[in-house]
């Protein structure tokens, strides 16, 4: 495809997730902008990433560390661009992601977050992140209960250069749409249990291509979306 028509499939692409987010927030009385998009580019070619840029999306959204510093560095900063780390956390990999994100949306110990905390660059200012919740028959194994989230906030609460966010979640798929609101619902129960006033866990990160419109309902504040942005990755 060349390049033009590149840019143009991946705007139209971008054009649509946005009107879908809009029209959810609409739909369930969420306030116009209070979703934020976040386009996950892992396994997408750069050509890809650079149209989105190209079309005003700043936030981006990688599983594989290395992966993710080599487009930051190939996309540059010039547009308030957003880093986040939506994979799982290894601990080899903390410094790679201290250093170079804003975001860590899949923290599941307190060891990481303290190597997190202790490799962050002072001057980036505090890493966000997130506690990811696992609910019964996820898709992947990661998150930890919501019965051990309440322990591990409070450990993260304290941890210095490291901000705690909110919590994010990575349900299995479901066609069903009443179905698919369950574990978002779930997940903003537990945020709302959870915060204090002196952690309000404002983020819900919740909700990718095929259900972002149930995790809007919940109370979604940050979409994660691949496919519908970007069409089919690359095999892992
Ligand atoms: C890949 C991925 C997504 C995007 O999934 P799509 O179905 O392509 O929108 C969202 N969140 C996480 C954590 C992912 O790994």
Redesign the pocket.
């Known amino acids: 495809m060349p390049d033009t028509d590149l840019s143009a499939e991946i705007t139209r692409r971008l054009h649509a997730v946005q009107a879908r987010i809009h029209a959810a927030e609409a739909r369930f009385n969420r306030p116009t902008g209070s979703v934020q998009l976040l386009a996950?580019s892992?396994r997408q070619p750069l050509a890809k990433l650079m149209a989105a840029q190209a079309a005003g999306q700043h936030a981006f959204?990688e599983?594989y560390a290395q992966e993710g510093v080599e487009k930051q560095q190939a996309l540059g900063s010039a547009q308030m661009m957003e880093w986040h780390f939506?994979?799982r956390v290894q601990s080899n990999k903390t410094r790679l992601i201290a250093e170079h994100f804003d975001w860590v949306?899949?923290l599941v110990s307190a060891d990481h977050a303290r190597r997190l905390g202790a490799q962050r660059p002072p001057e980036r200012g505090p890493l966000q992140v997130c506690v990811q919740i696992n609910f019964s028959g996820e898709m992947s194994k990661a998150g930890i209960s919501p019965e051990q989230a309440a322990e591990l906030c409070a450990l993260i609460e304290h941890i210095p250069n490291v901000q705690l966010q909110g919590l994010m979640t990575?349900p299995a798929p479901n066609a069903d749409f009443a179905a698919q609101r369950r574990p978002f619902a779930a997940l903003r129960a537990l945020r709302d249990q959870l915060s204090t006033a002196t952690r309000p866990l404002p983020m819900l990160s919740m909700g990718?291509?095929?259900d972002l419109e149930a995790a809007i309902a919940e109370g979604a504040t940050m979409v994660?979306?691949?496919?519908?942005l970007f069409g089919e990755r690359a095999p892992a």
Do not use: D, N, P, Y
């Open positions: 996950v892992k959204g599983s939506i994979g949306h899949g990575l990718m291509s095929a994660r979306v691949g496919t519908a």
